[in-house]
């Protein structure tokens, strides 16, 4: 990942210093299963996978040295280790295959990403939740195909975003569960050199649980999942920053992005304030959904394993979460820092204010009045008042067709906005 959108969080996880750790983990929970199962003395296995090994530069140049000349990661990992460890040379990977470690240390390398995900993705649930409740009862113009629509809170609007992201939190949470598997079941998944047992003993010290029938790698499928789930919460993330990027827009002006003190939005044009992180979130979407495509093409492999998805995975996952991982922080960072205009939003919903002509159609109805002639009635009347630019509500005032009381109640705002409090509720929980 280049480091504009590098997360340090996610790097961490994913440097080879950390990769190697894991490794290592997972070759030091199967030797304690082989001595838990009585196969290798306790005391022999304990006194050499007890050393702690660093995985610093110098290491991580040995290891480079002896892939130069192998051509095999794993295989070079485990020369480092026999170097390393000389009397541990008898104990070390017995049974296993490269996967058995690769797929176990992936499992928790993606699970520990998901975690650190999840701690930005509450952070920004925590900026809507915040935002929504600021403008519970702010007003503002509905919008369907980009038209107005009926008036509502802003504060239900937000509503809607925290509603997606906790969807997709739910999701991320779901596919952690189903990533939580690792395998110890050696070269085609038969345990031919080791047991079931020795399999369950060792993964349970990891954290993880076994891939109930696995071939030589744990199913992609499950790797899928998770790259689905990121796709949803960037996803999610695009639509709002979508929704401020039209909010923004000079002709509405209902809401801003902040702005720094020595902050400049054109080389060219002083007055520019572009709404430029929300178009960022828009982008990064683009490439985390696009992730999504190679992640499927991945579940097939030729009969018990291909490397066709190994070159695939060294991008797309590292890459997905360090993007994800960023856009939740910059999200919050824009909603925390949102500039909000509510005078601007109540002059767009009171333009021409034909967004209660609905609210007329049921008042009137409510009086008996034909369906079909009030719709024709208050739609030509709202057309001539957008096509000529009249207020509406004047037009329909000193129009005798109407009952006074039917227009009193069908321009009253507070019906459309009583009750945002319940879908705040619905989404974050009682304020």
Known sequence: MINRY?????????????????????EKAVALAFAQKGIFSEDIIES?????????????????????????????????????????????????????????????????????VLVEAEELMKAIKSLAWVHIETPCIGRSHGIHAEPMAFGQKVCTWGASVKRSIERLKAARQNICYGKISGAVGTWAHLSPEIEEIALGILGLRPEPVSTQI?????????????????????????????????????????????????????????PMNSENICGLARVVRGYMTPSFENISVWHERDISHSSVERIILPDSFHLVHTMCKRMAHILSNLEVYPANM????????????????????????????????????????????????SLVISDDFFPKDAVDAAFDLSRHLRNAPVAYSRVFGGE
């Open 346 to 393: 109540m002059g767009n919903l009171k333009k021409n204010s034909v967004s209660f002509s609905g609210s007329l159609l049921g008042e009137c109805l409510k009086k008996g009045m034909s369906r079909e002639e009030c719709y024709l009635k208050i739609q030509g009347i709202s057309f001539e008042a957008i096509r000529e630019g009249k207020d509406f509500e």
């Open 48 to 116: 050499n996978i007890s050393k702690d090994i660093e995985f610093d530069a110098k290491a991580l140049e040995r290891i480079a040295e002896h892939e130069s000349a192998l051509k095999h990661d794993v295989l070079s990992f485990i020369a480092f280790l026999q170097e390393s460890i000389p009397s541990a040379t008898f104990v070390l990977h017995t049974g296993m295959t490269s996967s058995d470690v690769v797929d176990s240390a992936l499992a928790i390398m993606i699970r520990d990403s998901i975690d650190a």
């Open 218 to 274: 744990i199913p992609r499928d499950r790797y899928t999942e998770v790259q689905v789930a990121l796709g949803f919460l960037a996803t999610s993330m695009e639509g709002i920053a979508q929704e401020i990027r039209h909010l923004s827009r000079t002709e509405v002006r209902e809401v801003c992005e902040g702005f720094g003190k020595k902050q400049k939005g054109s080389s060219a044009m002083p007055h520019k304030r572009n």
């Open 6 to 26: 590098a997360s340090k969080e996610i790097g961490t996880i994913w440097e080879d210093t950390n990769k190697f750790r894991v490794f290592w983990e997972v």
